[in-house]
């Protein structure tokens, strides 16, 4: 019934969302970019909130908000990082 989620790892799929189109990085493949959100969860501190199976987070977004800038830049360098050592050739 209840159900556990990080709020940093929807963060992050967000912030991959909106930066990797207008990212300048020589691969976007879907490996590279679970790569780049697997790096930058690892950089963040767990988000964990508990929410009835199914729900849709709302209040979490605009209290926890002030993180965005935070996720934002580890997502930056994460790219970087992984497109200097993609794990794929
Ligand atoms: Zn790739």
Do not use: W
């Not at 207008?22 to 988000?47: H, M, S, T, V």
């Not at 199976?53 to 360098?77: C, I, N, W």
């Amino acid at each position: 019934m209840y159900e556990f989620s990080n709020f940093n790892e929807l963060m992050v799929k967000r912030a991959v969302e909106e930066y990797l189109p207008i990212a300048n990085l020589p691969c976007k493949c879907e490996r590279c970019q679970a790569d780049i959100i697997a790096f930058a969860l690892n950089r963040l501190p767990p988000r964990y909130y508990v929410s009835l199976k199914g729900e849709v987070m709302t209040h979490f977004e605009s209290q926890m908000a002030p993180d965005r800038a935070r996720v934002l830049s580890e997502v930056v360098s994460a790219a970087q990082i992984i497109s200097a050592y993609p794990s794929h050739k």
